[in-house]
């Protein structure tokens, strides 16, 4: 399984942060839960949310208000939204699935928010 994200690596203030993360060599609607995860400078990694391979999501508390993940199936990708966001969610962003009691993850993708 071969996860990459995508997506602007600068956001605004106030804007809403939008990556896509590409999986190759499974199915995202066959098995499994695909995550969001995120890295802040100098901090620990923090689940953002997932999304099964039924389609039901799944949020962190602490980001429930403005996460939004969902997916197309047609092009074997899932996707995260993040409204509102401040210079607290610079961070990088990785997609995440476990598989078979391995996980797999992408490479990540820095992102920035600044004027």
């Known amino acids: 399984v071969q996860l990459q994200e995508s997506g602007p690596g600068l956001v605004k203030p106030s804007q809403t942060l939008s990556l896509t993360c590409t999986v190759s060599g499974d199915s995202i609607t066959t098995n499994y839960y695909w995550s969001w995860i995120r890295q802040p400078p100098g901090k620990g990694v923090e689940w953002m949310g997932a999304i099964a391979y039924s389609g039901t999501t799944y949020y962190s508390p602490f980001l429930k208000s403005r996460t939004s993940i969902s997916r197309d199936t047609s092009k074997n990708q899932f996707t995260l939204q993040l409204s509102s966001v401040t210079p607290e969610d610079t961070a990088v962003y990785l997609c995440?699935?476990?598989?078979?009691?391995?996980?797999?993850w992408g490479q990540g993708t820095q992102v920035t928010v600044a004027s």
């Open positions: 995440k699935t476990r598989a078979d009691s391995t996980d797999y």
